[in-house]
Nanobody
Framework: QVQLVESGGGSVQAGGSLRLSCAASGSTFSRFHMAWFRQAPGKEREGVAAFRPGSSTASYAYGDSVRGRFAISQDSSKNTVYLQMNSLKPEDTATYYC????????????????????WGQGTQVTVSS
């Protein structure tokens, strides 16, 4: 079983930055495909950022609305994945979820929520104008 615990959410003004953390436990972290999703009230869950670990180079995917502003990264020594969010906008307001998959994912499926079978409890991000 895999446990994911998010932290780092909060309130920030537009243009500001936040860094979310997701601590993983329960399996070999280096095997995880990790991702961040978000869901705003009344909207579908949206894939924000994802990566597939690789022995030489990892593969990354970003949602169109965050590309160039958000970055996903990991610290294997801490079994933690991060989401650095810069130039935040009010439309980034949502509950952000960390997700993990232990099976190989084709690159085109990184941002699909049904690709992942482990989820954190979510952390709220609120961006004010």
């Amino acid at each position: 079983q895999v446990q994911l615990v998010e932290s780092g959410g909060g309130s920030v003004q537009a243009g500001g930055s936040l860094r979310l953390s997701c601590a993983a436990s329960g399996s070999t972290f280096s095997r995880f495909h990790m991702a961040w999703f978000r869901q705003a009230p009344g909207k579908e869950r949206e894939g924000v950022a994802a990566f597939r670990p690789g022995s030489s180079t990892a593969s990354y995917a970003y949602g169109d609305s965050v590309r160039g502003r958000f970055a996903i990264s990991q610290d294997s020594s801490k079994n933690t994945v991060y989401l650095q969010m810069n130039s935040l906008k009010p439309e980034d307001t949502a509950t952000y979820y960390c997700a993990a998959a232990l099976r190989p994912l084709p690159l085109g499926t990184f941002l699909r929520s049904d690709s992942y079978n482990y989820w954190g409890q979510g952390t709220q991000v609120t961006v004010s104008s």
